[in-house]
């Protein structure tokens, strides 16, 4: 409903008596004077009345054209607020666009919530997102209002288009946009806010068959990428007749597809990153069930060959030379090695899988566990011949854990100890308890490590490199298992080398609570 401005409803309520009571005025005058026939002020009175109405009427039509004036500025001032109003809502959706589609997790759902964004909040019959895919650029997203002329069954898509021309657009940081088709530019747009298309002759025919099967009426098309690089262009079509793009619609949609573009870019990144981290999580799987299957493949013949090594070793076919023993005793050093190979590997595999836990735990004398340990590795130590020189106190270091893994990181320090420590030098080992802990340190004076590679020295399969360039053997695998066994067990490992004068390995486990009473594990 049209409003009345104050100053045309004072002009409705006053003019009209104004003139009332200046016609009145004439009345009364003439009343006095007209019986006065014969007198001569009639003239002079004639004259009075004559003002009087030309008085009114100039102060009629004053006040007539001061309302028709306010009354413009009135509306001007409306035309105004309604246009600062439709800015601030395409403002407002814009926004609220651009944070739905950073919002979003995947791709798919950045493609999805703009064009449902751009859709509803500028008034389109169709939204379509195109996306380059070499020398095109095929519609691979869309979306369509519920009254579109031609139902709620989809419409086509349009054809894909050669990506230079988007790429022109692109370069230029301009829009495509056409109203009516018959009217190539609106009144009420800004040549400079856009690019204009002045001949539809520029547009394929079978572009314009399209746009004729979804009774278009005005299209605008914005590239959108990142930086230099172009990935798309989104597209918007109305269908009812005398729509048209205004400036504040085509700057709140460039808006929307300035931001997409990095939003799509960001998303893909992450799928691309998710997509690398699944292959590497599939190859693990595959490098893990590896690892089980060879391991526990070598075992059983490397069983059977350690068997036999020892049948033969015992003399159990008769006398050997002491050429024999030699060879019987280097082949048995070996298949031992082999036999700690395989054994790192299944730890490794079993680390991996999440199988290696410490639920079997117990009280165990770590002091104990040092002696047979070193029973075990000396008689490799003897063959350097490498010394072992181990001490700790007369009464128990008591930890609480799992016998045999922590022999098992024992064993890994105490043999890569005696094979970098080259012939005529020694290894020591001691468990003491100090401050509530257990503390076992394994030193020896051999080749030592590159302070450049210490960081280094707890990664699987790492090898130092002047190992690498004795040819000491190794897989790499003993410091890993040894960190992991002693994490199992609340504990920590330090390491301090001196490349040419030796290591240092300690580590550090929370002494048992005093009042667990059972016989320690050995």
Same mark, same amino acid.
């Given at each position: 409903?049209?409003?009345? /401005?104050?100053? =045309?409803?004072?002009?409705?309520?006053?003019?009209?008596?104004?003139?009332?009571?200046?016609?009145?005025?004439?009345?009364?005058?003439?009343?006095?004077?007209?019986?006065?026939? #014969?007198?001569? &002020?009639?003239?002079?009175?004639?004259?009075?009345?004559?003002?009087?109405?030309?008085?009114?009427?100039?102060?009629?039509?004053?006040?007539?054209?001061?309302?028709?004036?306010?009354?413009? +500025?009135?509306?001007?001032?409306?035309?105004?607020?309604?246009?600062?109003?439709?800015?601030? &809502?395409?403002?407002?959706?814009?926004?609220?666009?651009?944070?739905?589609?950073?919002?979003?997790?995947?791709?798919?759902?950045?493609?999805?919530?703009?064009?449902?964004?751009?859709?509803?909040?500028?008034?389109?019959?169709?939204?379509?997102?195109?996306?380059?895919?070499?020398?095109?650029?095929?519609?691979?997203?869309?979306?369509?209002?519920?009254?579109?002329?031609?139902?709620?069954?989809?419409?086509?898509?349009?054809?894909?288009?050669? /990506?230079?021309?988007?790429?022109?657009?692109?370069?230029? #940081?301009?829009?495509?946009?056409?109203?009516?088709?018959?009217?190539?530019?609106?009144?009420?747009?800004?040549?400079?806010?856009?690019?204009?298309?002045?001949?539809?002759?520029?547009?394929?025919?079978?572009?314009?068959?399209?746009?004729?099967?979804?009774?278009? +009426?005005?299209?605008?098309?914005?590239?959108?990428?990142?930086?230099?690089?172009?990935?798309?262009?989104?597209?918007?079509? =109305?269908?009812?007749?005398?729509?048209?793009?205004? /400036?504040?619609?085509?700057?709140?949609?460039? /808006?929307?597809?300035?931001?997409?573009?990095?939003?799509?870019?960001?998303?893909?990144?992450?799928?691309?990153?998710?997509?690398?981290?699944?292959?590497?999580?599939?190859?693990? =799987?595959?490098?893990?069930?590896?690892?089980?299957?060879?391991?526990?493949?070598?075992?059983?013949?490397?069983?059977?060959?350690?068997?036999?090594?020892?049948?033969?070793?015992?003399?159990?076919?008769?006398?050997?030379?002491?050429?024999?023993?030699?060879?019987?005793?280097?082949?048995?050093?070996?298949?031992?090695?082999?036999?700690?190979?395989?054994?790192?590997?299944?730890?490794?595999?079993?680390?991996?899988?999440?199988?290696?836990?410490?639920?079997?735990?117990?009280?165990?004398?770590?002091?104990?566990?040092?002696?047979?340990?070193?029973?075990?590795?000396?008689?490799?130590?003897?063959?350097?011949?490498?010394?072992?020189?181990?001490?700790?106190?007369?009464?128990?270091?008591?930890?609480?854990?799992?016998?045999?893994?922590?022999?098992?990181?024992?064993?890994?320090?105490?043999?890569?100890?005696?094979?970098?420590?080259?012939?005529?030098?020694?290894?020591?080992?001691?468990?003491?308890?100090?401050?509530?802990?257990?503390?076992?340190?394994?030193?020896?004076?051999?080749?030592?490590?590159?302070?450049?590679?210490?960081?280094?020295?707890?990664?699987?399969?790492?090898?130092?490199?002047?190992?690498?360039?004795?040819?000491?053997?190794?897989?790499?695998?003993?410091?890993?298992?040894?960190?992991?066994?002693?994490?199992?067990?609340?504990?920590?490992?330090?390491?301090?080398?001196?490349?040419?004068?030796?290591?240092?390995?300690?580590?550090?486990?929370?002494?048992?609570?005093?009042?667990?009473?059972?016989?320690?594990?050995?």
């Amino acid at each position: 409903m049209r409003t009345v /401005s104050p100053v =045309r409803r004072l002009h409705l309520a006053f003019g009209l008596p104004i003139a009332l009571v200046g016609l009145t005025g004439v009345g009364i005058l003439l009343g006095a004077v007209v019986p006065d026939r #014969g007198g001569s &002020r009639l003239p002079l009175v004639v004259a009075g009345v004559v003002a009087i109405v030309v008085s009114v009427a100039v102060s009629v039509a004053v006040m007539v054209r001061t309302a028709r004036e306010v009354d413009e +500025v009135v509306d001007r001032a409306e035309t105004l607020r309604l246009a600062c109003d439709e800015r601030d &809502r395409l403002d407002t959706v814009a926004r609220s666009v651009g944070a739905t589609i950073r919002n979003c997790a995947d791709s798919a759902a950045v493609l999805d919530r703009a064009v449902e964004g751009l859709g509803s909040g500028l008034d389109a019959s169709y939204v379509m997102i195109r996306l380059i895919e070499g020398d095109v650029a095929p519609v691979v997203r869309r979306w369509q209002a519920e009254d579109t002329p031609v139902g709620p069954a989809p419409g086509p898509d349009l054809p894909p288009v050669a /990506s230079q021309k988007l790429q022109e657009l692109y370069d230029a #940081g301009v829009s495509w946009y056409v109203d009516d088709f018959g009217e190539l530019l609106a009144d009420s747009v800004d040549p400079s806010d856009a690019q204009v298309a002045t001949d539809l002759r520029d547009l394929p025919s079978r572009h314009l068959t399209a746009l004729g099967e979804l009774h278009a +009426v005005a299209v605008l098309a914005t590239p959108f990428g990142v930086g230099d690089t172009l990935l798309g262009s989104v597209t918007l079509i =109305r269908s009812r007749t005398g729509q048209v793009w205004r /400036s504040d619609e085509i700057r709140a949609a460039e /808006s929307v597809a300035a931001g997409l573009g990095p939003v799509l870019q960001l998303a893909r990144l992450r799928e691309a990153e998710e997509r690398v981290t699944e292959e590497l999580r599939s190859l693990d =799987r595959v490098k893990e069930e590896f690892l089980s299957t060879v391991s526990h493949e070598l075992r059983t013949p490397l069983s059977s060959i350690s068997g036999y090594l020892e049948l033969l070793m015992d003399e159990g076919e008769g006398r050997l030379s002491q050429r024999q023993v030699n060879m019987l005793e280097a082949m048995d050093r070996n298949a031992t090695r082999l036999q700690s190979l395989i054994g790192d590997l299944l730890t490794l595999s079993q680390i991996e899988s999440g199988a290696f836990t410490t639920t079997a735990r117990c009280p165990v004398d770590l002091a104990r566990l040092l002696d047979a340990t070193i029973t075990v590795i000396r008689p490799a130590a003897d063959s350097v011949p490498v010394a072992l020189e181990a001490t700790h106190p007369p009464d128990p270091v008591v930890v609480d854990g799992d016998a045999r893994q922590l022999q098992r990181a024992l064993m890994n320090l105490l043999s890569n100890a005696v094979k970098f420590t080259p012939a005529g030098g020694a290894v020591g080992i001691d468990v003491t308890a100090e401050n509530g802990q257990a503390v076992v340190n394994v030193s020896d004076n051999g080749i030592g490590i590159p302070p450049e590679e210490q960081k280094s020295l707890f990664t699987r399969f790492f090898r130092a490199s002047n190992a690498t360039e004795l040819e000491i053997p190794g897989a790499g695998l003993g410091l890993s298992i040894v960190r992991t066994i002693v994490s199992n067990h609340s504990g920590d490992v330090r390491i301090r080398s001196q490349e040419g004068k030796g290591t240092s390995v300690t580590l550090r486990l929370p002494l048992l609570e005093p009042n667990r009473t059972r016989e320690p594990s050995r």
